[in-house]
C-alpha cells in the first residue's frame, strides 16, 4: 500500500534520470580521490601528489565566479540548459582524456610533473565547481517530489566510485629484492588490483555519458516535461547566480523563479530562527579548511606509512560514509548550536591526531594493524562528523537567511586550507614520505 501511494504521485523514470543527472555533479573529483592509492605510487609527484589536486580543485572556482558574471551582465544571459549540456559534454571529454592521458608527464622547471592528469583534473573540477550553481535550480523547474531524486543522485558521486574503488582493490607496496646474481632491484608490486587505473578512469566516463543522456531525456522527453511544474515554461530556465546562492529572485519572472515560488509554497513560510550568526558561520569555515582543504592535501602522510591497503580503506571509507551523514544531515536535522560546536570539538580533536600521524611520515604511530586500523577510524569518523556538521549548519544559515555568506565562507575556508597545506608540503618540507630504496 505504501509503494502505491509513493508510486502514485510521481513517474519512476523522471526519479531515475534525475538521480543519473545528479551522479555527474562531483562523480569526477570523488572518483579521482578514491583512485589516490594508485595514483601516488606510479606519479613523479609521489606523496606530495594530494596537495597538487587539492590546490587544482580549488583553482577550479573560476567557473562559478564567471557564470555568475556572465549571468549578472550579460544582456542575454547564457541560456541554462545549452550551459549543462556544454558542461557536461565538456566533463566527459576530459574524462576521455583522463583514461588516455593519466600517466603522460612532462618536464617543468626541471622537475618531472603530472601535466596530463593536472589539466585533465582542472576541466573536471571545473565541471563539478560550476555544477553546483547549475544542476539545482534546474531542478526547480520540476515538482518537488523529484528534487529529493536529484539529491540522492549528488550523494551517490561519492558513493559509486567508492564501490568500484573497493571492487578494483589496491596494489601492495613497492619492496626491495635481491636476484640471483646478487643484484638489487625496487620490484613495482601493480598485480593486485583487479583492474587498471585507467579502466577505472573508463568507469568514470561510462557515467558521466550516462549523466549526459540523462539531462538530454529530462530535457526533451515528452514525459519528463510533463512532471515540470508548470506547463507552459520555456525550454530555457533563466535563474541566477542570486538565484542559486540565496534562493531570491525579486525582478525574474521566468521557469526557475515559478518553481522557487512553489517550492517556497510547499515548505511554508518559516519565520527566522535566532542562531549566533559568527558562531556558525566560523564553524562551517573551519570545518572545510580541515575536510575540504587541509586534510585531504596530507591525506598521504597520514596513512600510507601503514601501507597501501590502509590508504585505500581510509579513502574510500570515508568517501563514503560523507553522503551517508549528509542524508542523515538532510532526514535527521540537528538546530541545536551546543550539538553543532561539541562534534566540531571532536572532529577537530579527531584531525589533531590525523596531523599528528603525518608529522610523524614516515615513521608510525604504533604497529601497523593497531596503529593502522585507529587511523582509518579516524578518518572515517571525522569525515562522517564533518559531513554532517556541514549539512546541519547549511540548514541553519538557509533557515537565518545567511546561505550566501555560508557559501562564500565554505569556499574561503576550502581554498585557504588547501593553499596553506600546499606551501607546508610543497616549499616548507614539513611532511616526509618514504620511499623503497635498495
Request: aromatic share 10%; net charge neutral.
Amino acid at each position: 500500500m505504501m509503494l502505491k501511494d509513493f508510486l502514485r504521485n510521481r513517474v519512476v523514470l523522471v526519479d531515475l534520470l534525475a538521480v543519473l543527472f545528479g551522479i555527474s555533479s562531483w562523480i569526477s573529483i570523488n572518483g579521482l580521490w578514491v583512485e589516490l592509492p594508485l595514483l601516488v605510487q606510479h606519479l613523479p609527484e609521489g606523496w606530495a601528489l594530494p596537495s597538487y589536486l587539492s590546490i587544482i580543485v580549488q583553482m577550479a572556482n573560476i567557473g562559478p565566479i564567471t557564470y555568475g558574471l556572465m549571468r549578472s551582465c550579460m544582456k542575454t544571459p547564457p541560456s541554462q540548459n545549452r550551459s549543462i549540456t556544454l558542461l557536461l559534454a565538456v566533463g566527459c571529454g576530459a574524462s576521455l582524456a583522463l583514461a588516455l592521458g593519466w600517466d603522460l608527464t612532462s618536464v617543468i622547471d626541471g622537475k618531472m610533473r603530472s601535466t596530463g592528469l593536472f589539466i585533465c583534473v582542472f576541466f573536471l573540477s571545473l565541471v563539478d565547481c560550476t555544477s553546483s550553481v547549475l544542476f539545482l535550480p534546474y531542478m526547480g523547474i520540476f515538482r518537488q517530489v523529484y528534487l529529493n531524486s536529484y539529491l540522492i543522485g549528488e550523494g551517490m558521486s561519492g558513493f559509486v566510485p567508492s564501490i568500484a574503488a573497493l571492487a578494483q582493490g589496491v596494489s601492495g607496496n613497492p619492496v626491495c629484492v635481491t636476484l640471483e646474481n646478487g643484484t638489487s632491484i625496487i620490484q613495482e608490486v601493480t598485480d593486485q588490483a583487479r583492474f587498471t587505473t585507467s579502466g577505472f578512469f573508463i568507469f568514470l566516463l561510462g557515467m558521466m555519458i550516462l549523466s549526459l543522456l540523462a539531462f538530454l531525456f529530462l530535457q526533451h522527453l515528452p514525459t519528463a516535461r510533463s512532471e515540470r511544474i508548470s506547463s507552459n515554461m520555456s525550454s530555457r530556465s533563466s535563474a541566477t547566480f542570486s538565484d542559486a546562492l540565496q534562493d531570491t529572485s525579486p525582478d525574474a519572472v521566468d521557469a526557475d523563479t515559478i518553481s522557487q515560488e512553489s517550492m517556497t509554497h510547499q515548505l511554508g513560510n518559516k519565520q527566522p530562527v535566532k542562531y549566533n550568526k559568527y558562531l556558525l558561520l566560523s564553524i562551517q569555515c573551519f570545518i572545510c579548511f580541515l575536510s575540504n582543504g587541509a586534510l585531504p592535501s596530507i591525506q598521504s602522510y597520514s596513512c600510507l606509512p601503514y601501507g597501501n591497503t590502509v590508504y585505500h580503506m581510509a579513502v574510500t571509507l570515508n568517501a563514503m560514509a560523507n553522503p551517508m551523514m549528509a542524508f542523515l544531515a538532510f532526514f535527521l536535522p540537528c538546530t541545536r548550536q551546543t550539538v553543532i560546536t561539541a562534534l566540531a570539538v571532536v572532529g577537530s580533536l579527531l584531525s589533531a591526531f590525523i596531523i599528528t600521524t603525518a608529522l610523524y611520515s614516515p615513521a608510525m604511530i604504533g604497529t601497523v594493524e593497531v596503529g593502522g586500523t585507529f587511523v582509518v577510524l579516524t578518518w572515517v569518523v571525522s569525515g562522517a562528523m564533518f559531513s554532517y556538521v556541514k549539512v546541519s549548519v547549511a540548514g541553519m544559515c538557509r533557515d537565518s537567511g545567511w546561505l550566501f555568506h555560508c557559501g562564500v565562507l565554505t569556499q574561503v575556508g576550502s581554498a585557504g586550507g588547501a593553499l596553506l597545506m600546499f606551501i607546508l608540503v610543497n616549499q616548507v618540507n614539513l611532511f616526509q614520505g618514504y620511499y623503497v630504496t635498495c
